[in-house]
């Protein structure tokens, strides 16, 4: 099945710093989303991105589905960016469901 | 327009009951996904429901089951709880690509 790796998966920054957070897919697919999970366990929607560029205020993301990577852009980090980063990928093949990465674990130190 | 709740928020169960979560999709929303998520690691998918039938199974054994109802909520039941049943439990609606998930259920089995 599709593999799908998430790195780094530990983060530790200054508030105020930038960072990129990658993931890597082993097979095409159809769509991908990024996910912030808060302490609570909520998993927050950040970007729906099968492919292209979007940006939403301080966050960005861009997948180049062709070369099966996709990567999300923190500009400006602040404490409440700390928790937990995954993207899911629903593959080509039909399975019917989304697979998860491995996550990156972020913690913004003020 | 609401969003995808869950209940309960907790449940503490003994090994060998039986329990039944619940999820209510985003309005407009025809499809529901339940994913499994152990401590500090990313969902597992456990299986999908579109218009009241499965459509996709994850890695599961058949004491997880579920149903959809017509209204597109739906239930989670496990049979024969095992210890390692202990997980946040998370539903997601989607309409066509995109999933939305509900604040999750906590189920501790002791």
């Known amino acids: 099945g599709i593999q799908v790796e998430q790195s780094p998966p530990d983060l530790i920054l200054q508030e105020g710093a930038n960072s990129t957070l990658r993931c890597n897919f082993s097979?095409?697919?159809?769509?991908l989303q990024w996910f912030h999970q808060n302490p609570w366990g909520q998993l927050i929607n950040l970007f729906y991105i099968p492919s292209g560029t979007k940006q939403n205020g301080r966050l960005s993301a861009t997948t180049v589905a062709t070369e099966r990577y996709s990567l999300l852009y923190i500009s400006s980090s602040q404490t409440t960016d700390s928790g937990v980063y995954f993207c899911a990928v629903f593959p080509t093949s039909g399975t019917y469901k989304y697979i998860f990465g491995t996550g990156t674990r972020l913690k913004v130190l003020a | 327009e609401t969003g995808v709740t869950q209940s309960p928020t907790h449940l503490i169960k003994t090994r060998g009951q039986q329990v039944t979560l619940r999820c209510s999709s985003q309005s407009g929303h025809n499809t529901v996904s339940w994913y499994q998520q152990a401590l500090g690691q990313g969902p597992q998918f456990i299986f999908q429901?579109?218009?009241?039938?499965?459509?996709g199974r994850g890695n599961f054994p058949p004491r997880f089951s579920g149903l959809q109802f017509p209204n597109y909520s739906s239930e989670l039941n496990v049979n024969a709880l095992e210890l390692d049943d202990s997980a946040l439990y998370l539903c997601a609606s989607s309409g066509r690509s995109e999933q939305y998930f509900g604040p999750g259920t906590r189920l501790t089995v002791t």
């Open positions: 429901y579109y218009r009241e039938e499965e459509n």
């Open positions: 097979d095409s697919v159809n769509n």
